[in-house]
């Protein structure tokens, strides 16, 4: 059974910067393929990133695409999430997710392990 937990939220105003991490026990992350996903007051979670077991290969969301940046450290089992030019509709809640295999996925159907999340807060 993996353990998730995640850091580093808070509130910033637009165009800050903000670098969650999330911390896994239980199983060591270099066998886990990795993601975030977020979920905004009154709406769906919804795919944020994800990254491969060696960090190689990454996916974002085309709204975050070219703003965050999804990077793991195996040795320290964390998986971070990089928010630059943050904007007011990237208030969520972050979650952290894991699973098994190499396939990339986008549905939190498809994740067996989550983290309890973090506020993010971007005031305007």
């Known amino acids: 059974q993996v353990q998730l937990a995640e850091s580093g939220g808070g509130l910033v105003q637009a165009g800050g910067s903000l670098n969650l991490s999330c911390e896994a026990s239980?199983?060591?992350?270099?066998?886990?393929?990795m993601a975030w996903f977020r979920q905004a007051p009154g709406k769906e979670r919804v795919f944020v990133a994800s990254?491969?077991?060696?960090?190689?290969?990454?996916h974002y969301a085309d709204s975050v695409k070219g703003r965050f940046l999804v990077a793991r450290d195996n040795d320290k089992n964390t998986v971070y999430l990089q928010m630059n030019r943050l904007k007011p509709e990237d208030t969520a809640v972050y979650y952290c997710?894991?699973?098994?295999?190499?396939?990339?996925?986008?549905?939190?159907?498809?994740?067996?392990?989550w983290g309890q999340g973090t506020q993010v807060t971007v005031s305007s």
């Open positions: 990254s491969s077991q060696s960090g190689v290969n990454t």
């Open positions: 997710a894991a699973k098994s295999g190499v396939m990339p996925a986008t549905a939190e159907s498809q994740y067996t392990s």
């Open positions: 239980g199983r060591t992350t270099n066998k886990l393929f």
